[in-house]
């Protein structure tokens, strides 16, 4: 079993999550089975997308850990943001994705440093945002949200994360 927990950072952050059986012949094969699974859409300033984030991650890390497996075989996925030089940034709103990667990801280590002693810390896994082109999947794995294209960039992520710890 694998859990993955996919967010498309931004004004609007996407989040996906689901737990896979990723030994299962192929991907459409590990969608139709998977279980825990959910997506939302999250607005609002940094620090409060940062917030809703990490309880989301921390309670589906928790699920995972407690009824299914250890806590290495979570992964947590975020997409990369990478301002390309001669890039019109689009003011605060165009490096929104760093944002509130970063934000969320400061959150959650200071929120680990409190509790080292007991906790596993996940590594981020930090994903191109050329995995957009699995969206024409999304429909076949069952996962397309219809008019919340943060939503589907997250599960695009899901899937290519799951794509790659099934080979």
């Not at 609007?12 to 991907?27: Q, Y």
């Not at 699995?134 to 219809?146: M, T």
Request: charged share 20%; proline share 4%; aromatic share 12%.
């Amino acid at each position: 079993m694998r859990g993955i927990f996919a967010i498309d950072p931004g004004v609007s952050t996407g989040a996906a999550w689901a737990v896979f059986n990723n030994e299962a012949p192929l991907a459409v094969d590990a969608f139709r089975t998977m279980t825990n699974q959910g997506s939302t859409t999250i607005k609002g300033d940094e620090l409060s997308q940062a917030k809703e984030l990490f309880n989301l991650w921390q309670g589906f890390k928790q699920i995972c850990v407690r009824q299914f497996m250890e806590p290495a075989w979570v992964d947590l996925v975020v997409e990369d943001f990478i301002l390309l030089p001669g890039q019109h940034a689009g003011g605060k709103d165009g490096v929104a994705p760093a944002r509130v990667a970063w934000a969320f990801e400061g959150y959650r280590q200071g929120r680990c440093d409190r509790w080292r002693t007991q906790k596993h810390m996940t590594p981020i896994i930090w994903q191109q945002p050329s995995m957009m082109k699995y969206e024409r999947q999304l429909k076949n794995w069952g996962v397309w949200v219809r008019g919340r294209q943060h939503e589907r960039s997250a599960w695009c992520h899901v899937g290519a994360r799951l794509m790659k710890v099934m080979k």
